[in-house]
């Protein structure tokens, strides 16, 4: 059987660190967007319609929702999985020491 083994304060660090990097991508996901739609701002007809309309859809939930989403959830699986392995640390200990 494996064994398995946390080490608190560097899971810790990358939840923090994660998150920082959600934000980031976020911002520039915003960033990229502004970008993209001053640089068409000045085009005109169907072609810069249906670029803006795919801007505004498809890229513009990719760079600013879906990657920081992810990260997110996978920052909070991470803090659920060390909260979990504190507890269970805690229960183990209590138990040893009949508390």
Do not use: P
């Not at 976020?26 to 001053?38: C, H, P, R």
């Not at 640390?89 to 138990?95: E, L």
């Amino acid at each position: 059987m494996a064994s398995c083994r946390i080490v608190n304060a560097a899971v810790e660090s990358s939840v923090a660190n994660i998150r920082t990097i959600s934000t980031s991508y976020q911002t520039a996901g915003e960033n990229f967007i502004s970008d993209l739609t001053k640089a068409i701002a000045e085009m005109e007809g169907e072609t810069k319609d249906a670029l803006q309309n795919f801007i505004d859809t498809d890229v513009k939930t990719f760079v600013e929702e879906s990657v920081s989403t992810a990260l997110t959830g996978m920052a909070d699986l991470l803090e659920a999985n060390r909260t979990n392995f504190l507890d269970v640390d805690k229960q183990i200990a209590d138990s040893i020491s009949g508390s």
